[in-house]
């Protein structure tokens, strides 16, 4: 069991060892031969990627065509990035012990910690979704369905008739509380309102700090240091949760995940303390902001369409829990959270018929399958229809990623959406309040003003 005084040596040591700029060089990757690309110095394409990523994206596509290469800092690595659905098969579908995604997702190494189930690949990624997958079957759904309606429910009632607000924040509000009861299972008041700063900053970390993670030096100094600081704060915090959590008496009958967690697998193989705390700040990271995204977007856009919100309304209460599906799914679709989905190459292999080399990072952008017209007819319409009785073609929309690495919170987060939808529109009608586009955060992509809303009573 974890205790207090290995906290803080287990925190510095992740941080030193995840840092992607941290330990050996990795060879060079031979770039003959890969799409073509620009050749602007590296810092500025990693900047436009991670900064400007719904400009650059289709600006890459015309100028390039269906696949271009991308390099990145530290090293000038490659990323090469596909728009076509097949050739997004082909690497949903590639071998798991030559397509790592652990190895992709990297920059989130320091925060999430190695034994993240998005850090992990091979073997130790498969036992890992073997222990989790039980947490997030469609029992525990059921389980945690009503937990969730009754934290929308206390949400939507703290709002006032008339009242206009960023949905966003409102909506970070709720998924949060979301995540601390039914994932973190924590209720006592005390602890809760120690984690929610700890958190909300571990979510708000810029792009300027997740290029920082490359150069471990900056962590001593300003921005780079107070997210260490905070790290170690709520690492504190959560493996205190964990201590207790592991003694309480009805860990058997307590519904949250990381009681479940817990008490996974069998004797000789189960989640020790630091696997329970990455694991959780990846279901914090991967499942807090990305739903209120997603729930921000829906409420901004069924607000500019009358018709649109009373199909809505009668869905809520009716309980047409599929409309209101369909509402978060095309909100996903014409607002992506996440920019694309991405693989490293441990060989070298085929892919989009161009011969890659071993190292070099590959992965279908999800902004350009999502807006091509191709893909998705009348792709800038909101139409939740697309999504009624049917499915778009495969690998079309793909917010959640695909293949044996398909995000595991997926049906969660449709729950969680669905919920909320529900709660809302039962209550209140809503009106957006001007326009909105996408703001890049850091690995997700946000509300630029908060997409607000005016709320009035039902």
């Known amino acids: 069991m974890t205790t207090v005084d290995d906290v803080s040596r287990l925190t510095s040591e992740r941080l030193r060892r995840m840092s992607p700029g941290g330990g050996p060089k990795p060879p060079p990757v031979d770039l003959t031969g890969l799409p073509p690309g620009p050749r602007w110095p590296v810092l500025a394409q990693t900047s436009a990627l991670l900064r ?9 596509m ?16 490659p990323l090469v990035i596909f728009t076509r659905p097949e050739v997004a098969k082909e690497i949903f579908a590639g ?9 992709a997702n990297a920059i989130l190494g320091p925060i999430m910690g190695e034994h993240s189930l998005l850090l992990q690949d091979s073997s130790q990624h498969k036992r890992a979704r073997k222990l989790l997958m039980p947490a997030f079957n469609g029992h525990a759904l059921r389980d945690y369905r009503s937990l969730v309606t009754e934290v929308a429910r206390a949400e939507v009632a703290t709002w006032r008739p008339g009242e206009e607000f960023r949905s966003l924040d409102r909506m970070n509000r709720l998924t949060l509380e979301v995540i601390l009861r039914i994932v973190f299972g924590v209720t006592d008041e005390r602890r809760l309102a120690e984690l929610r700063p700890r958190v909300t900053r571990t979510v708000n970390v810029s792009p300027v700090i997740l290029l920082g993670w490359a150069y471990p ?58 696997e329970l705390r990455d694991q959780l700040v990846t279901l914090l990271l991967a499942g807090h902001e990305t739903t209120a995204t997603a729930l921000a977007w829906a409420l901004y856009e069924v607000g ?10 009668t869905a809520a209460v ?6 209101l599906d369909a509402v978060l799914k095309e909100s996903m679709r014409l607002h992506p959270v996440i920019p694309m989905v991405v693989r490293t190459l441990m060989k070298p292999a085929t892919i989009g018929g161009y011969h890659l080399p071993a190292g070099t990072t590959v992965g279908p952008s999800i902004i350009l399958a999502h807006q091509q017209e191709a893909n998705h007819p009348d792709p800038w319409a909101f139409r ?21 690495r398909r995000c595991i919170g997926a049906g969660f987060a449709a729950m969680e959406g669905v919920a909320v939808l529900r709660e809302v529109f039962a209550a209140y009608d809503v009106t957006t309040v001007g326009p909105d586009e996408p703001k890049v955060r850091n690995i997700t992509s946000v509300p630029r003003r908060g997409a607000r809303i005016r709320v009035t009573a039902r």
């Not at 500019?304 to 309304?313: G, S, T, V, Y």
């Not at 009716?318 to 409309?323: A, I, K, N, P, V």
């Open 52 to 60: 400007f990523r719904h400009w650059f994206h289709p600006y890459l």
């Open 304 to 313: 500019r369409d009358p018709a649109l919100l009373a199909r809505c309304r």
């Open 318 to 323: 009716e309980g047409d829990d599929e409309f």
């Open 62 to 77: 015309r100028t390039y065509g269906e696949a271009f290469t991308i390099r990145l800092a530290p090293g000038g690595r």
């Open 384 to 404: 939740p229809e697309r999504f009624l009785g049917q499915n778009p073609p495969t690998n079309t929309w793909i917010p959640f990623g695909g293949g044996v």
């Open 217 to 274: 030096q900056l962590l001593r100094y300003g921005p780079w240091k107070a997210t260490a600081d905070n790290q170690l704060e709520l690492d504190r915090l959560i493996y205190a949760e964990i201590r207790e959590r592991r003694t309480s008496p009805d860990l058997a009958e307590r519904p949250d995940v990381l009681s479940r967690l817990i008490l996974a697998g069998e004797d000789d193989d189960r989640l020790s303390d630091v």
């Open 95 to 103: 071998d798991p012990e030559v397509f790592h995604a652990g190895k």
